[in-house]
């Protein structure tokens, strides 16, 4: 099993884009259809899974509603770009799907690590089942969902200083979060781990060298 937020930045690589909206709404609908027993067919998104992923974030509906949108967009036009829509839905669809079914095809691959229609043929109740006796809150114990609140915080970026042998020091930003080099100045999110960039607070520190 998968987070959702592993599934896009393995569909869409490095991005400048917030992928959270997107990624919780997948580990949403995938605890909707899998511990909360909502059949596939009966899931409304509008209900269901913008409202909480915007109280997750602290963002208004709309907002996540428009992000997911465009996130879903660019979901697919990566896989049909790469060839990889019968990857991950199991066949080829020509037409792009609506937000709602790309967050059930994600859903479901994340948490099976089958494509969409695979699945479905094996377990064909995905579609169709009874709802769980305990009913539907917007409080949800959501898997990964605390790891993607932190990564909200705004994080100061590390300015690492690194001793060139040659031609003295050379500074340059690094996550605070994952270590690893942000590539672009000013980006909002970090590409490798998505957590979000604070530029106005620099912390700069030299990189351990042995021996000093």
Same mark, same amino acid.
């Given at each position: ?28 609908? /995938?605890? =909707? ?7 596939? $067919? ?7 899974? +913008?409202?909480? *992923?915007?109280? @997750?974030?602290? @963002?208004?509906?709309?907002? *996540?509603?428009?992000?997911?949108? #465009?996130?879903? #967009? =660019?979901?697919?036009? &990566?896989?049909? !770009? ?18 709602? $079914?790309? @967050? ?6 994340? #948490? =099976?690590? =089958?494509? +969409? +229609?695979? &699945? ?21 114990? +959501? ?11 705004? &994080? ?5 200083? $690194? ?5 003295? %020091?050379?500074?340059?930003?690094? %996550?605070?979060?994952?270590? *690893?080099?942000? $590539? ?8 490798? %781990?998505?957590? #979000?960039?604070?530029? /106005?607070?620099? !912390? ?9």
């Amino acid at each position: 099993m998968a987070s959702g937020e592993v599934i896009v930045r393995r569909i869409l690589g490095p991005v400048r884009s917030d992928i959270r909206p997107l990624a919780l709404a997948i580990d949403i609908t /995938g605890s =909707l259809i899998f511990e909360q027993h909502i059949a596939a $067919e009966d899931i409304r998104v509008t209900k269901l899974v +913008y409202p909480p *992923v915007a109280k @997750l974030l602290r @963002l208004r509906t709309a907002a *996540v509603t428009k992000s997911i949108e #465009r996130l879903t #967009r =660019l979901c697919w036009d &990566a896989m049909a !770009e790469q060839d990889l829509t019968a990857f991950y839905i199991g066949q080829s669809v020509k037409q792009a799907p609506t937000p709602r $079914e790309m @967050l059930h095809y994600l859903a479901v691959y994340s #948490r =099976l690590d =089958l494509p +969409y +229609y695979t &699945a479905i043929d094996r377990y064909p109740s995905l579609l169709f089942q009874e709802p769980a006796k305990t009913p539907v809150t917007p409080d949800f114990p +959501y898997q990964f969902i605390d790891e993607a609140i932190r990564k909200s915080i705004p &994080a100061p970026v590390s300015m690492v200083m $690194e001793r060139q042998y040659a031609s003295g %020091c050379m500074v340059f930003p690094v %996550c605070p979060a994952c270590g *690893v080099a942000v $590539e672009r100045d000013r980006q909002n999110y970090c590409d490798r %781990c998505g957590q #979000r960039l604070d530029w /106005g607070q620099r !912390e700069t520190r030299p990189l351990a060298f042995p021996g000093h």
